[in-house]
Antibody
Framework: EVQLLESGGGLVLPGGSLRLSCVVSGFTFRSYAMSWVRQAPGKGLEWVSTIGGGGVTFYADSVKGRFTISRDISKNTLYLQMNSLRAEDTAVYYC?????????????WGQGTLVTVSS | QSALTQPASVSGSPGQSITISCTGTSSDVGVYNYVSWYQQHPGKAPKVMIYDVTNRPSGVSNRFSGSKSGNTASLTISGLQAEDEADYYCSSYTSSSTYVFGTGTKVTVL
């Protein structure tokens, strides 16, 4: 059974940093693209970042230069390092496993972790 | 990257069929067959209902179907049921190797 479990969310001051983690199980972690998707309170879904099976990374313009996606294959863990946080980064952050042969959709999702950026 | 355009709300009576549209551009929906649809109930994580425009994951009801024409994709729910009441989002892979989601549609079962 595929499982994704996020952690690391919390309250942080504007300009601060936070690192999110997503521990996965039930599939061969190194073989799949993994992504972070966020949802601001009462708003829609927004793609944040993806790391491909080969380790190539992609970012939304809204977070480029501030967020870094990475993974530790030995720990089956996906990370999102978030720096220079802004109020508009407040959201539930979901990690998601890429699906299909080209990983062009989000097949499994975690339960999410809430990040609140506020003074 | 601008969000894909979806109607804010769609409603129907039990047993009816409804269709949700998702309009993008020639850089996303129009260029790839990588459109997916997600169902989200309040307080829950999204769940994929359709991927690669028309494919249904194992376990998803065959009442859900997808299609695409040009820059617009569509999700049809037939035989509407009370449990289908939720928010629905489309998503597309883009020519910039990124992803874009739709604005979201609230489905109400009357």
């Amino acid at each position: 059974e595929v499982q994704l479990l996020e952690s690391g969310g919390g309250l942080v001051l504007p300009g601060g940093s936070l690192r999110l983690s997503c521990v996965v199980s039930g599939f061969t972690f190194r073989s799949y693209a993994m992504s972070w998707v966020r949802q601001a309170p009462g708003k829609g879904l927004e793609w944040v970042s993806t790391i491909g099976g080969g380790g190539v990374t992609f970012y939304a313009d809204s977070v480029k230069g501030r967020f870094t996606i990475s993974r530790d294959i030995s720990k089956n863990t996906l990370y999102l390092q978030m720096n220079s946080l802004r109020a508009e980064d407040t959201a539930v952050y979901y990690c998601a496993k890429g699906g299909g042969t080209n990983y062009r959709y989000f097949e499994y999702w975690g339960q999410g972790t809430l990040v609140t950026v506020s003074s | 990257q601008s969000a894909l355009t979806q109607p804010a709300s769609v409603s129907g009576s039990p047993g009816q069929s409804i269709t949700i549209s998702c309009t993008g551009t020639s850089s996303d929906v129009g260029v790839y067959n990588y459109v997916s649809w997600y169902q989200q109930h309040p307080g829950k994580a999204p769940k994929v209902m359709i991927y690669d425009v028309t494919n249904r994951p194992s376990g998803v009801s065959n009442r859900f179907s997808g299609s695409k024409s040009g820059n617009t994709a569509s999700l049809t729910i037939s035989g509407l049921q009370a449990e289908d009441e939720a928010d629905y989002y489309c998503s597309s892979y883009t020519s910039s190797s990124t992803y874009v989601f739709g604005t979201g549609t609230k489905v109400t079962v009357l």
